[in-house]
């Protein structure tokens, strides 16, 4: 049964940082993609930070310059680097793998708990 726990998140000062991460584990054949959303309260989800397999990475044009998403593949692991943050960066973040799991030949959608990031102003 496959995973996604996230980790990292709390309460922090406008102008701090944060390092979110997530550990998928589980009967996993590969991954292909690793994501991550958050949704404030009231808000819709949103993306935030996603990075493929090869590296590619994209994000969203609020968190461009402030936020790097990295992956450890060995661990199967992606992290989030959060600095300069905002009070409008207050949500819980999500962690999303688009991953196969052993025994099949497709490719999955699947989603960590979430952790809360507070930023106070």
């Known amino acids: 049964q496959v995973q996604l726990v996230e980790s990292g998140g709390g309460l922090v000062q406008a102008g701090g940082s944060l390092r979110l991460s997530c550990v998928a584990s589980?009967?996993?054949?590969?991954?292909?993609?690793m994501t991550w959303y958050r949704q404030a309260p009231g808000k819709q989800r949103e993306l935030v930070a996603g990075?493929?397999?090869?590296?590619?990475?994209n994000y969203a044009d609020s968190v461009k310059g402030r936020f790097t998403i990295s992956t450890d593949n060995a661990k199967n692991t992606v992290y989030l680097q959060m600095i300069s943050l905002k009070p409008e960066d207050t949500a819980v973040y999500y962690c999303?793998?688009?991953?196969?799991?052993?025994?099949?030949?497709?490719?999955?959608?699947?989603w960590g708990q979430g952790t809360q990031v507070t930023v106070s102003s």
């Open positions: 990075i493929t397999a090869g590296g590619s990475t």
């Open positions: 999303n793998a688009a991953l196969m799991e052993y025994g099949t030949s497709w490719y999955d959608n699947y």
């Open positions: 589980g009967s996993i054949t590969s991954i292909k993609r």
